[in-house]
Every structure is written in C-alpha cells, then in structure tokens.
C-alpha cells in the first residue's frame, strides 16, 4: 500500500485523508496545535471565539451530504442572527440572509475533529522541508527531524505557502504564484457580564473592521460569557500587515468604539490574531493540482472559491482523481 504524506489538518486535508484511508497508509501533518486551519475556534478561561470562518453554506450536493447527518445530531446547526449593516456615517439598517448559514457545533472546528477521528494525524508539526530520495519524499520538520518517507506528498496550505514549501518540480508552481490571498486580522474580545446589542451580527462598511459578531449568540452549546468577535477589513489589513500588533489593536478598538459608541463597558479579554493568508482574492480555475509524474498535489479552499465549501470539494475531488491512480498503480 502507497504511503501519502498530507500537509494541513483543515477541512481539504481531513477530507482528503478521510477519502483515502482505505486506499493509502495516510499521514497528517499540521503545525498549529488544533485541527481546522482557518475553521479556528481559540478558547480563554470562559470565553470562546470562532477568531478564523464565521459560518459556511452548502450549496453543493456533496456537501450537503457530507453534513446532513450532523445536522440532524445538532452538531452543525442553523445561526439564525438578527443580523444588520453598520455604517460610522450612517443608521444602521436590517439585512437578510437568503440562503442557510450552518455553524458547527460546540465551535467551529467541531466540524474537522469530528471528520478526523480515526486519522494518523500529527499535530504542533511544521513540515520544513520535502527531498527526493530512493525512497520517494523525505519530509523533515523546522528543526530537521525526519517524519518519514512517502510515495506522495500533498500540501493543503493556503497556495503561497505550498508554493514555498513544494519542491522545485512540481508542474503547477506558476498556478500556485497566480493565487493571491488577503490579510486579516481577529479581535476577540471577553465582558464579564452579559450586554444587550440591537444585533448578533454586522458587516461594517466604511472602517478599519469589516464584520463583527457575538460569538456567544450562536447556537450549539458555546460558553454564556459574552464575547465579542471583529474582523478587520481585508484591504486595511494589507495597510497594516507589518505594523506592531499593539498599534493594530488600539486601532480596532477606536473602529469599534466609533460603531458601538458607549454601548460597552471594557472588557475583561482582549486577544487579537493575525491571518497572513485570510481569504483567496484570486483563486486557482482548477479544482485541484496534481502533478502525476512527481506524486505531488495541491488543493484547498482556493482551487474554485475562498469559501469553506470550497475546501471539502477540493479535497473531494482530488481524493477521488488519487484513488484511481492508486488502483492503477497497485
């Protein structure tokens, strides 16, 4: 049986290994210490934040699929936020959702630990290196350790980061450097007690943030404590990627403040996170790239889309295209 090194514990890379685990001896790597790459749920005394997707759709059949069961356990539920568009210059007025937006349940990466019991995953492992040798791929982590030897070697890392890492001969590198992601960053934000806002989600225009939500008003059995959750808007953020954190932070803050006005008391936490590579600004026309000859791939929410769906359809796909090779191979 072929042995499969996979890079990224987020939804493409659980999907993918889940996919092949009967067809491969599979392998998963993630350097952060959880499971769900962007899909983060980061937790602080009583406070719980969703800091990376807000919520996802299903507008494919595949994925609807995928998390109809969940839905009927209540692992995956419906948010249903009053929900409105915030303005510094102007009143805020009402939106609608058209469409079911599903958040998994007790945080958002419910959803990939859930998909990944049973896996060979290996997490706080950052994959530093991949060198051909005899024996196919050697990986080794950031302080050269060797993680063993692979026939195939796919990387589920947002595409400048595959880009960097994949080896020289891989056939899609100038597909990979055409993708270009956008920045954000996530202010999380703890109160002591419970506060009452005229919404449970925003989009913001015209300022510094572009989304802010109560973490605490979605449903699935998520911490009481009131928290807070503002992202920043992707072209500010561009302005601000290299700038001191503290300095970013102290500017959220007067971007909320001028949104929400004397509406809160201080809180109690406050914690901020930066994401290099939030959001897909250009994506990849290819549902996946995989390059036969070498047995190397890429795949990820940026092969059709930015969306989490994205993601799973990517890893789908691809999965499906591995299988056959490795009938073909066996």
């Known amino acids: 049986m072929k042995s499969l090194a996979i890079i990224g514990a987020g939804i493409a ?21 959880g499971f769900g790459g962007r899909m983060a749920t980061r937790r602080a005394g009583s406070y719980q934040f969703d800091h990376g997707a807000q919520f996802f759709t299903a507008r494919s059949q595949q994925f609807q699929n995928l998390i109809n069961d969940w839905v009927t356990d209540n692992q995956i539920q419906a948010w249903l936020p009053r929900i409105l568009t915030l303005d510094p210059e102007k009143k805020p007025f009402k939106r609608e959702w058209f469409e079911p937006h599903y958040v998994a349940a007790p945080g958002m990466n419910s959803l990939c630990k859930t998909l990944a019991l049973g896996l060979n995953v290996t997490l706080n492992t950052q994959v530093a290196s991949i060198d051909a040798v005899e024996q196919g791929w ?38 990979l450097s055409t993708v270009d992601f956008a920045p954000c960053f996530s202010l999380m934000l703890g109160y002591e007690s419970n506060h009452k806002l005229n919404f449970d989600a925003a989009v913001v225009k015209n300022s510094p943030l572009s989304w802010v939500a109560s973490n605490s008003s979605k449903p699935g059995g998520r911490p009481p404590s009131f928290s807070l959750m503002a992202h920043s808007d992707n072209t500010w953020a561009r302005t601000q990627l290299e700038s001191n954190i503290d300095d970013v932070r102290h500017r959220m803050l007067e971007a909320l403040d001028k949104l929400l006005g004397d509406s809160l008391p201080p809180p109690e936490l406050i914690a901020i996170h930066r994401w290099k590579y939030a959001k897909a600004d250009t994506s990849c026309e290819e549902s996946f790239l995989l390059d036969e000859s070498n047995s190397l791939a890429a795949c990820g929410d940026w092969c059709g889309g930015n ?3 994205d993601a799973y359809l990517s890893g789908l796909k691809l999965a499906e295209q591995l299988q056959t090779l490795l009938r073909r191979r066996a």
């Open 13 to 33: 890379g659980i999907t993918l290994a889940r996919q092949l685990q009967d067809s491969a001896e599979v392998s998963v790597f993630e350097k952060s210490r």
């Open 138 to 175: 050697l990986l080794k982590d950031s302080a050269g350790e060797k993680l063993g030897h692979f026939d195939w070697v796919i990387s589920t890392s947002p595409a400048p980061q595959a880009n960097e890492l994949l080896p020289d001969c891989f056939a899609y590198k100038s597909e």
């Open 307 to 309: 969306r989490v769906e």
